[in-house]
């Protein structure tokens, strides 16, 4: 499973998420949207940060832990 973080300088919202996935064992990739606008494109995010996962946007914003724990250990 590819875990990414879309985040921005300056985000504490993603620091939150970071920190959810750090503690539920989930291993992820930080990309800065404002290095690869690319990916702005390919996910249209308003707020950061948006959660991808296995190629596709999941979350925007800082989800529940809950429908973190639902979408990784089902």
């Known amino acids: 499973m590819k875990v990414q973080i879309l985040t921005a ?11 959810m996935l750090t ?4 291993s992820y990739e930080l990309i800065d949207i404002t290095l690869n606008p690319s990916y702005l494109e390919k996910y249209p995010i308003f707020t950061a940060p948006g959660l991808v996962i296995d190629k596709k ?10 429908e973190l724990e639902k979408r990784f250990f089902k």
């Open 23 to 26: 503690e539920l064992g989930i």
């Open 57 to 66: 946007l999941e979350f925007t914003g800082i989800p529940k832990i809950a």
């Open 9 to 19: 300088p300056g985000c504490s919202n993603c620091t939150i998420l970071e920190k």
